[in-house]
């Protein structure tokens, strides 16, 4: 079955950087669209940031100019660089995957998932 499995996240000051990671396996990493989500303390799930198969990369306003998606179709793995961090990027990071090429925002349409990694930022 598919696994998607984040790491990277951690304790940052604000203004720093993390790069998480998103390592799949029986999963083709740039054949589909795959986003990071995220899900802070007494929030609903949110859209991050996506990329398509064909690499176009989308963001969330909260986000944009700050975090960067990208991916590494031989390691089979997906990024994201987050930069200039705040307090309110505080939350559960998790990496989504697709069966289609087209992202949606919504979580709904997101078939697999990893286990989410903790970025605080304080």
């Known amino acids: 079955h598919v696994q998607l499995v984040e790491s990277g996240g951690g304790q940052v000051q604000p203004g720093g950087s993390l790069r998480l990671s998103c390592s799949a396996t029986r999963y083709t990493v740039g054949r589909y669209c795959q986003a990071w989500f995220r899900q802070g303390p007494g929030k609903e799930r949110e859209w991050v940031a996506d990329?398509?198969?064909?690499?176009?990369?989308d963001y969330s306003d909260s986000v944009k100019g700050r975090f960067t998606v990208s991916r590494d179709n031989a390691k089979s793995t997906l990024y994201l660089q987050m930069n200039s961090l705040k307090p309110e990027d505080t939350a559960v990071y998790y990496c989504a995957g697709r069966d289609d090429t087209l992202c949606y925002l919504g979580p709904s349409y997101y078939a697999y998932w990893g286990q989410g990694t903790q970025v605080t930022v304080s």
């Open positions: 990329v398509a198969r064909d690499g176009t990369t």
